[in-house]
């Protein structure tokens, strides 16, 4: 009976913890006047950037960035905060729609820079690294490899470079190039996963 | 290495890169086939390690944030206020169902509605003289449209005739069909079969069905229980009643009259 009470009010905690770092897919599931407009101020900077990554067409890259700021208005009310956080549902919507967006297209990615406007983006930043610490636990991860494997995610993941073109890059196979990147993500996952467990846990004894 | 973990490996190899990148059609094809032998795993495994890596990037260097022109944030914002108008004129339609009184009104207009379309339509599906209408819907609808001429395998069937018409974008179609003898529902029923070498090693389930007339053709709609990549053959088999997964009974009409190639290697006088 113990017991129970006391998982009931760990649960309580969690809930409250959670809740206190989602607001606006939350807010935007409710329709709360204005929460479109703060989901672009928050993260129109994140989408606008990792679409950048994919679609080297100025007009593409508007076009799909609408369709994934309103793919996210949509998919607001199956948000699960005890599943993912925020940030990483929006950037989970986002990349889906911009290698589905690519596909569609059929275009590579160009190298083609566009001009950048870094004016606010602390601001950004600074509101994102508060709220979210799943972003901290998964660079704990990444941390985690080794230089190589880091150069390698830093080709796929963040300059979005495709397997074969890393391979031309590194001078190394295009099958080893798929299976460390198969590795390095098995290995981000299965570490972060077991940060995020200790994570709660550590929450949990602090109350 | 054993085979199985070869298998494995490839598939997550797939996963990661569809994480990353757009796959090629033989891949995403590949892919679907070895999720098919390995269910535990889903198209979205690496999706959410990607995304928060990712996302990790922009938050913790500065640099590689670029902020979003506001000419986007205006286009953006003017996308949304049309799509919200849409979806307030749908809730106002879900509200009208919420007022019980409306919503009992149109509810008894469309059932005596729908009965008579029922009744005026009760034979739509199978009746052959609305063959040009569904041909001219399905060809409305798609552009891939294909047909074959049955074909039958025995000098049994000799007597049989008629198509499948098929759309592997709309992933539907139906088959038309004259000749079959009349079937004892309770005792077998035709099953339709699917032959998509380059998605599936095993035929597709299309549906099963029963001729209840031999005077008049008869149209029936396939209804595939997988999803179909490219459709390079259809077959029709007598089976248990309820049909079966894989069949080993012999195949009764084909089209079209050759079995297509197969890299699977699958026997040719069974399914």
Redesign the interface.
């Given at each position: 009976m113990g017991s129970s009470v006391k998982n009931l009010d760990l649960s309580k905690k969690k809930e409250r913890s959670v809740n206190k770092t989602v607001v606006i897919l939350d807010l935007i599931a409710k329709n709360h006047p204005g929460s479109?407009?703060m989901l672009?101020e928050k993260y129109?900077?994140?989408?606008?950037?990792?679409g950048?990554k994919f679609l080297g067409n100025q007009s593409d890259l508007?076009d799909a960035?609408?369709e994934v700021?309103?793919a996210i208005?949509k998919s607001a009310d199956k948000f699960d905060p005890n599943k993912?956080?925020e940030?990483?549902f929006?950037?989970?919507i986002?990349?889906?729609r911009f290698?589905?967006y690519?596909?569609k297209i059929t275009k590579h990615k160009s190298e083609d820079s566009?001009d950048?406007?870094?004016?606010?983006?602390?601001l950004?930043?600074e509101s994102?690294?508060n709220e979210?610490t799943?972003?901290a636990l998964?660079?704990s991860a990444?941390e985690e490899l080794d230089t190589d494997d880091q150069e390698l995610?830093n080709l796929?993941?963040?300059q979005?470079y495709?397997?074969s073109e890393i391979s031309e890059i590194l001078n190394i196979p295009l099958g080893t190039v798929?299976?460390r990147?198969?590795r390095n993500?098995?290995k981000?996952?299965d570490t972060?996963a077991t940060n995020k467990k200790q994570s709660t846990v550590i929450q949990f004894k602090n109350g | 290495m054993d085979r199985e973990k070869e298998k494995l490996e490839q598939l997550l190899d797939l996963l990661a890169m569809r994480s990353l990148m757009p796959l090629s059609h033989t891949e995403e094809l590949e892919m679907n086939h070895l999720l098919d032998e390995f269910p535990e795993y889903t198209p979205d495994y690496f999706e959410s390690t990607a995304a928060i890596a990712d996302a990790s990037l922009y938050v913790h260097d500065i640099n590689n944030l670029s902020s979003m022109p506001d000419s986007v944030k205006s286009k953006i914002l003017g996308k949304f206020n049309s799509e919200r108008k849409e979806s307030v004129a749908l809730k106002i339609f879900k509200n009208f169902f919420n007022a019980p009184r409306m919503a009992w009104a149109l509810t008894c207009m469309l059932a005596i509605g729908t009965s008579i379309s029922m009744i005026e339509f009760r034979n739509y599906e199978s009746n052959y003289r609305n063959l040009p209408v569904k041909k001219a819907v399905l060809e409305f609808a798609s552009d891939d449209l294909i047909e074959y001429n049955w074909f039958a395998q025995t000098d049994e069937f000799c007597d049989c005739s008629g198509s499948v018409i098929w759309s592997d974008d709309g992933q539907r179609g139906f088959i038309t069909l004259a000749g079959l003898p009349m079937n004892d529902p309770t005792q077998n029923q035709y099953q339709i079969w699917i032959v998509d070498p380059n998605m599936h090693a095993n035929p597709v389930d299309g549906g099963v069905f029963d001729i209840i007339t031999a005077d008049a053709p008869t149209i029936i709609p396939i209804n595939p229980k997988l999803p179909i990549d490219r459709a390079k053959g259809f077959a029709i088999t007598l089976e248990q009643p309820g049909g079966v997964v894989i069949s080993e009974q012999p195949l009764i009409l084909t089209a079209p009259k050759e079995r297509p190639e197969s890299s699977y290697g699958i026997t040719q006088t069974t399914i």
């Open positions: 479109f407009e672009i129109g900077n994140l989408v606008w950037s990792i950048k508007e960035v609408q700021m309103i208005w993912a956080s940030i990483t929006i950037s989970m986002a990349r889906r290698i589905d690519l596909r566009m950048d406007d870094n004016n606010n983006i602390h950004y930043k994102l690294l979210e799943d972003l998964v660079k990444i995610l796929s993941v963040y979005g495709s397997h798929k299976t990147i198969r993500l098995m981000l996952k972060f | -």
